[in-house]
């Protein structure tokens, strides 16, 4: 069973950034599709970005391109999510999950592991 943890949330002024970290308890990310989803009060979770086991490929929501980066140290086997950008509307639970075929990355459902959250506040 593989263990997955967050950290880095917080609280951040708009336009401000941060870096959100998932390390997994065994096993290494280079055997797994590692993604990052959230989910805001009131509302279902939904897909934000997600990078392949090799790394080299990566896809995000549109809501996020090119203010949001996912990445991946195998060495370290961590995955992070660089925030850039961050918007009021950014504010949600960001999850890590892993494990699925890459074909259904944006499908939460696809997703055998996940992480137990961690929180992301942006004031206005």
């Known amino acids: 069973q593989v263990q997955l943890v967050e950290s880095g949330g917080g609280l951040v002024q708009a336009g401000g950034s941060l870096r959100l970290s998932c390390a997994a308890s065994e096993g290494t990310f280079t055997s797994y599709v590692v993604g990052w989803f959230r989910q805001a009060p009131g509302k279902e979770r939904e897909f934000v970005a997600v990078?392949?086991?090799?790394?080299?490929?990566?896809i995000y929501d549109d809501s996020v391109k090119g203010r949001f980066t996912i990445s991946k140290d195998n060495g370290k086997n961590t995955v992070y999510l660089q925030m850039n950008s961050l918007k009021p509307e950014d504010t949600a639970v960001y999850y890590c999950?892993?494990?699925?075929?890459?074909?259904?990355?944006?499908?939460?459902?696809?997703?055998?592991?996940w992480g137990q959250g961690t929180q992301v506040t942006v004031s206005s």
């Open positions: 999950a892993a494990d699925a075929p890459i074909s259904r990355a944006k499908d939460e459902r696809a997703f055998s592991y």
């Open positions: 990078i392949s086991r090799t790394g080299i490929s990566t």
